[in-house]
Structures are given as C-alpha cells and as structure tokens.
C-alpha cells in the first residue's frame, strides 16, 4: 500500500472517481490543495470570485454528466457564502461533494470550527478528515453518498494537518449505486385498484421522477388513467409541457389548483415532498375521502405532513412503469374508456389556455416597457435548435412555459426556489457538461445580482452561455409574496400595499455591469429586437448578457 500525504491522496482518488472540473474559491486553508493541483494538469481549476458561483456550477455541472461534481471552498466564511445556493442543490437532489479546508486539529482549544455539523443541514452527510489515513476512504465514501439515490450534496472539511501528514493510502474509485426497486406487490395492488377506480385522479410528479428516468413512464400512466398532471417545481424535463394532461407547476396558493385537489378523489405523488409551501394554511390540501398514494425512492418523505393512504418505497420509474403495467392488466373497459374521455376534456381545456395566450400575444400593442409574455414568445421564435433552458426566471416563468414548451429530458435545468442567484454559475456548469448544445440562461434582474460575479468566470473562462435577464426593476416576486400574505394568510385584502424594500431605484444596468467584466452585452427595451438579438448572441459562441427591460407589474 502506497504512503502519501493526504493532499496527494485526494487528488488521486479525484482523478479515479473521474473528477474533470474542480470549481471553487479558494482561501488560506486550501493552500495545500492548491499547491498539490499544480501537479494535477488532468484537474481542471475553474475559478469563482464568489462562492455561490462555484456552488451553482458545480450543481448544473451534475445535472449534466449525471455524476457527482466536485467543489471546493475555504473554511467557513466561504462555506457560509455557499449554503445559500447548496440548499436548492439539497432540496432538488443534485450529486455534489462540497469540500473546504480548515484549521489544523490541534486547533481546537483555540476555538476551531466544526465545519461538518455547520454543513449537515444541508447536505445527506457530513464529516471531516482529521487525519491523513482518513483521506482516500472518506473521500470513496463521500461520493458513494452522493451518487446513492435519492441523491443529493454532501460535505468533506480537511484539517490542515491530514492534508500535509504522510500515511498509507489505497485508492480505488467509490462503487456506482443503482436503484430500480419495485414496489411491494401488496402496495401495487391496492394503488391499482384504487386508480382504476378513480373519477377525479390526480397525478402529481416531481424531480426524482426525471432523475430516475421516470418522464415517459409518467406519461403513460397519466393516460392510462386521464389524470390531471401538475409538477411539483420543474427543475428537471419531469413531464411534457406540450401534454395535453399537463396543467403546470403546483402552486398550493393557487385557488384554482387547491381547488383541483379538493375534488380529487385519488391524488398520486411520486418522487416528490408532497405539498410542501412557505406560508401555513389550516385549511386540508385533500378533500376528506380523498385518497393518497405517494410513491418516493427516498423515505423521508412518505407520510411526512399529510393522511396517506398507500405510501411505497420504491424507485419513481420502476413503480410509475409497474403502476401502468397493472392498470392496462385489470382496469376494467368501463374505466378506460372514461380515463380517455377526461384526457380528452383536459385536452380541450389546455388547447383553449394556448391558443388565449398566443391570440393575446397575436394583439401585442408594442407597449414598453414590454410584458413578461411579449418577451417569452419572441424568444420562442427565435429559439435555437438543441439548446438548453437554464431557468431562473422567478416570477416571469409562467409566461415562460406557455411560450416555449419543454418534452425531452436534457431539455430545461431549473431551480427550486429555495435561495435566488442559482442560474448565473448554474448555465456556466451546464455548458461544460453539455458543450455540444446551445446553452441560454433566463434570469430575473434580482436572482441575477446575487451572483452577478459569474460574468468574470464566463469571460475569464470564455465560456459561451447566452444570459437574458428579465430586468423588471424589483424584486416583483417578493411583492408576489405580499399579496399572498395579505390576502391569504392576514386575509386583509384592503390592506395599503406599499412593498417595502423590494424596488430597484436606480435599476441595474445589467449591458453595462456586463461589458465592464468583458462580456459582450445589449440592453432591449423594443420586443423586436428580442429574436435577432438572442440569435446573434447564440451565433456569437462567447459568453453574451441580453438586458432586457420588461413591465413589472402585477
């Protein structure tokens, strides 16, 4: 068994896992990583000047090669400035393994941070190697954890001392994990019955569905049985937009959606956490004989915060896959042919939706500031083929999925929410998984801002991503927000709305913010200048900021 220091130990077992890209920030504590990369030409430093970049591309990186990425932060004042982004890559279940150094382990009557418990909140594990024996197999096994579904980020600190000290190392790459469990047989059977028996269904996806190859599945069971389809975010292709059953993202605010799920008398959720909104509400999502079934490969969340009828542990594709292999066995003619006659109904009810949205689009009066839908459609006109959707646009993304329909996996990388600023470093680490493919990053002016230092990667990097930043001015979903508050939860519908805090004056010059970090730009405030500019830009093949000036009102 060979002896190396623990710097040495961790850049061989990165160069067995596959490691290309290391992205990062580094401070004083990666010092000895740094020095040992210079040896390591294989290993590919792609810098950040702020840590939530390095986070975000790490995280549209994963997304894209479908393996665990690999970044590295510094003690934890960097690790702070990284959580943010890392609790979206948490909750969306992207394979990450953060890293950062820290101080030496004879440290700790000094006051020595315990960088692993700061991380486990947001992360599937956590630990530190406080001694240079500990390297290679907590490194083997940090990655193991990654890429195990369900999968998610998880965190290795480094003492000073375990990076520099010599000990005997085996290195061998982690072990790939695969999950196609079906479900129980009992489970199947009476998730069967009772959607062969349903008049209202409900299908519900979410991310662990598309993670798990699970979309088409999805497809077939839904028109099995003429459920309505709502997904639970859309931060991966988890359904097809353009589904004549597809009714959008859940949104437990809407009153028209709540509604839906009041009058289902069977609701499906897979690969999901089921129901889940920032603001409390006493009122039951489900009516009360409605039924639940949940289907999730991670078992945290089966029975988590709602009644549930039939909770199944098991891989999204295989039981969605299992589901419809049982209806189209059992499911009595009678049913089938009314599962078809409510696919036909939503059918109708979707292409009225459609068609209202392109007429409206058709009387467009060339006001500006130009609407959020205006914007949307002329992008669609122009939209390349092959190219990849990075969705960060906040509050503009309604009009964004009515405009420009998302079918095939690999389609569309979006955010869950959970923290703005996502989609700068996140369309950077897409393009280097997918650099074949056009890569166009849609932002809101706000989430923007946050990691705006992502242009300097882009230009330092020539790293050739298209962003268009919807620039309305304000944080217009925090004022979306209010509303809700107001009306839903003070339910004080006649209070004065001021929105406090959430306006842009003066606004950001996001062409000039741009250009001042090398990265060609164009400010648009005429909708017609929206297709050829976005075209120019995609044919351009170098880093490009489309500044566009939209209408922020409610």
């Not at 062969?196 to 662990?208: E, F, H, T, Y």
């Not at 995609?538 to 500044?547: G, I, R």
Request: glycine share 8%.
């Amino acid at each position: 068994m060979p002896r190396m220091t623990g710097k040495i130990a961790l850049m061989e077992t990165l160069r067995a896992e596959g490691v290309r890209y290391v992205f990062g920030n580094p401070g004083t504590s990666e010092a000895p990583i740094m020095s040992a990369l210079e040896s390591y030409p294989d290993l590919d430093y792609v810098l950040a000047v702020q840590e939530g970049v390095a986070v975000g591309m790490a995280d549209g990186y994963a997304r894209r090669t479908g393996r665990p990425s690999f970044v590295n932060l510094h003690i934890h004042t960097g690790l702070a400035n990284g959580i943010s982004l890392l609790t979206d890559s948490f909750l969306a279940g992207i394979p990450i393994v953060v890293t950062a150094g820290n101080a030496d382990a004879r440290k700790l009557a000094e006051g020595r941070w315990d960088l692993a418990r700061i991380m486990a909140p947001v992360v599937k594990w956590s630990a530190e190697v406080t001694h240079a024996g500990q390297m290679a197999s907590v490194m083997r096994r940090a990655f193991t954890e990654a890429r195990t579904p369900p999968t998610g980020p998880v965190f290795v600190g480094f003492a000073a001392n375990a990076l520099d000290e010599e000990a005997d190392q085996e290195i061998f790459p982690s072990t790939d994990s695969y999950l196609a469990a079906p479900p129980d047989p009992e489970g199947l059977s009476k998730a069967t019955e009772l959607l062969a028996g349903a008049d209202r269904p409900v299908l519900v996806v979410g991310d662990r569905v598309s993670q798990s190859g699970g979309t088409m599945a999805a497809v077939r069971l839904a028109e099995r049985t003429g459920a309505r389809v709502y997904s639970a975010g859309y931060t991966q292709v988890v359904f097809p937009t353009s589904h004549p059953q597809y009714m959008g993202m859940l949104s437990m605010r809407s009153p028209a959606i709540r509604s839906d799920l009041q009058r289902a008398d069977v609701v499906l959720a897979v690969g999901m956490r089921v129901f889940s909104e920032f603001f409390h509400t006493d009122e039951p999502v489900l009516g009360p004989e409605a039924k639940l079934i949940h289907i999730d490969s991670n078992g945290g969340e089966l029975g988590r915060s709602q009644r549930t009828e039939i909770a199944l542990l098991a891989d999204p594709a295989a039981a969605l896959t299992a589901l419809a292999d049982s209806l189209d066995e059992t499911m009595p003619g009678v049913a089938m042919e009314a599962a078809r006659s409510r696919a036909a109904s939503l059918g109708a009810l979707t292409a009225a939706a459609q068609a209202s949205f392109d007429e409206d689009m058709r009387k467009d009066s060339g006001e500006r500031p130009m609407t959020p839908a205006k914007l949307m459609s002329e992008l669609a006109h122009a939209w390349p083929d092959n190219a990849v959707m990075v969705d960060d646009a906040i509050s503009s993304r309604g009009a964004l999925y009515s405009a420009i329909k998302f079918d095939a996996p690999g389609d569309l990388e979006g955010e869950v929410g959970a923290a703005i600023g996502w989609g700068m470093g996140a369309a950077l680490g897409v393009k280097l998984g997918s650099p074949e493919r056009p890569v166009i990053s849609l932002l809101g002016d706000g989430s923007a801002m946050m990691t705006v230092q992502a242009l300097w990667t882009a230009a330092a990097r020539k790293i050739p991503v298209v962003y268009v930043i919807c620039n309305n001015g304000m944080y217009r979903i925090l004022r979306v927000n209010m509303n809700v508050y107001l009306d839903q939860v003070l339910k004080e519908p006649d209070h004065e709305r001021r929105f406090m805090g959430t306006e842009f004056e003066p606004s950001f010059d996001f062409a000039a913010i741009a250009q001042a970090f090398g990265v060609k730009s164009k400010r648009i405030e005429d909708a017609s200048e929206v297709g050829p500019a976005l075209t120019e830009a995609v044919a351009a093949n170098e880093p490009y900021l489309l500044d566009v000036i939209i209408d922020g009102s409610l």
